[in-house]
């Protein structure tokens, strides 16, 4: 199972890709509630790519354990909630936390949770065949432009690199 972060779903949505995310992981995407509230905060401002994501991601249930580590890692840690929660419950359930955030990805490092990028996702997006290589660079550059993303031209090289 692959945890995705808020960030990463944002992206997605906004590009209406979120079915691109669930062919890749074959639909073993899920968030947690805490991602959920988070991706949720624009439908407050009138954006509706959030839906997109609430109708199509399925939202974890946490476990005792979860809720313990959670609040172990709130003590040390300057992360949001939603980040703290999603490697609370990867740490728990053995699953891969996607996230572009580096603070977070050090983190999950740090308490033996797999960690897959963004730079990982899209090359996996052409590698396995899911999209063609020109189809993954307009995706990216859907993304940049939807986020305002900037991808160093050394991480595109290495994203499309045979």
């Known amino acids: 199972m692959v945890v995705i972060d808020t960030d990463i779903l944002s992206m ?26 988070e991706v949720s905060i624009p439908l407050e401002y009138g954006y509706v790519f959030p ?20 609040e172990r890692l709130s003590e040390n ?3 949001g909630r939603g980040e703290l ?9 053995n699953c891969i936390f996607l996230t572009n955030d580096r603070k977070a990805q050090e983190l999950a490092k740090k ?12 090359r996996a997006l052409w590698k396995t065949g899911v999209k063609t290589k020109e189809e993954t ?9 939807a986020d305002n993303l900037y991808i160093s031209p050394e991480s595109e090289e290495e994203i499309f690199k045979e």
Do not use: H
């Not at 994501?53 to 354990?65: A, G, Q």
């Not at 308490?111 to 899209?122: D, K, M, N, S, Y």
């Open 137 to 145: 660079i307009k995706i990216l550059d859907m993304i940049k432009e």
């Open 111 to 122: 308490e033996g949770v797999r960690v897959i990028t963004l730079q990982a996702v899209l």
């Open 12 to 37: 997605f949505a906004k590009i209406d890709a979120i079915d691109t995310l669930k062919k890749l992981f074959k639909d073993r995407i899920v968030m947690t509630p805490r991602i959920r509230d």
């Open 51 to 70: 839906l997109n994501v609430i109708s199509k991601i399925e939202t974890v249930t946490l476990s005792p354990f979860v809720l313990k580590e959670y």
């Open 85 to 93: 929660e999603a490697i609370s419950y990867c740490k728990s359930e």
């Open 77 to 79: 840690w300057t992360l």
